[in-house]
């Protein structure tokens, strides 16, 4: 298997680029999903909000906590796309294995 940059071919400032690129993106995400797991824990252990019955035997907490699995669902997801775009604008261009 060949090496995914071949020597001589390494651009630091497309590299730099694309970490900025990916720190922009990555930011907001973990945001998103660790407040949103914060605020069930919070929410659940030290206040009643959670409690009522949505239907026999399923509490709010259960349905959030059902919840957050689509939640890590749609940021992997969006994740997974939004990173296959940056790194086709910054692949490099040339002669390669992969052309």
Same mark, same amino acid.
């Given at each position: 298997?060949?090496? %995914?940059?071949?020597? @001589?071919?390494?651009?630091?400032?497309q590299?730099r &680029?694309?970490e900025? $690129?990916r720190?922009?993106?990555?930011?907001?995400?973990?945001?998103?999903?660790?407040?949103?797991?914060?605020?069930?824990?919070?929410?659940t252990?030290?206040? %009643?909000?959670?409690? @009522?019955?949505?239907f026999?035997?399923m509490s709010? &907490?259960?349905?959030? $906590?059902?919840?957050?699995?689509?939640?890590?669902?749609?940021v992997?997801?969006?994740?997974?796309?939004?990173?296959a775009a940056?790194?086709?604008?910054?692949?490099?261009s040339?002669? @390669?294995?992969?052309?």
């Amino acid at each position: 298997m060949p090496p %995914s940059t071949p020597p @001589g071919e390494f651009n630091a400032e497309q590299y730099r &680029a694309l970490e900025s $690129a990916r720190k922009k993106l990555v930011t907001p995400l973990v945001i998103i999903v660790v407040v949103a797991f914060w605020f069930q824990q919070i929410v659940t252990n030290f206040t %009643s909000w959670m409690d @009522g019955a949505v239907f026999s035997g399923m509490s709010w &907490a259960y349905l959030y $906590a059902f919840a957050l699995f689509f939640l890590v669902v749609a940021v992997t997801t969006y994740y997974r796309r939004q990173m296959a775009a940056i790194e086709a604008k910054y692949k490099p261009s040339g002669t @390669g294995a992969d052309q």
